[in-house]
């Protein structure tokens, strides 16, 4: 019968330090994109009516 060998453990070392940059890049760089895509793309859909538009002061209710 033939011998198996220990199943490797978990990565240690310079490799796991790269996957670890490389997932702090990719996650820095999406939330780059989703913040340009917000500021330059407009909205599908008009704002609700009952709601005022950002930068316009909501009206005083009468007492």
Request: cysteine-free; proline content about 19%.
């Amino acid at each position: 019968m033939g011998r198996h060998r220990k199943p490797a453990g978990p990565v240690q070392g310079p490799t796991l330090q790269s996957r670890r940059r490389l997932a702090a890049g990719l996650a820095g760089a999406s939330a780059l994109v989703a913040t340009a895509l917000t500021l330059t793309i407009a909205p599908a859909a008009p704002p609700a009516p009952d709601r005022a538009p950002p930068g316009v002061p909501a009206p005083q209710a009468a007492p």
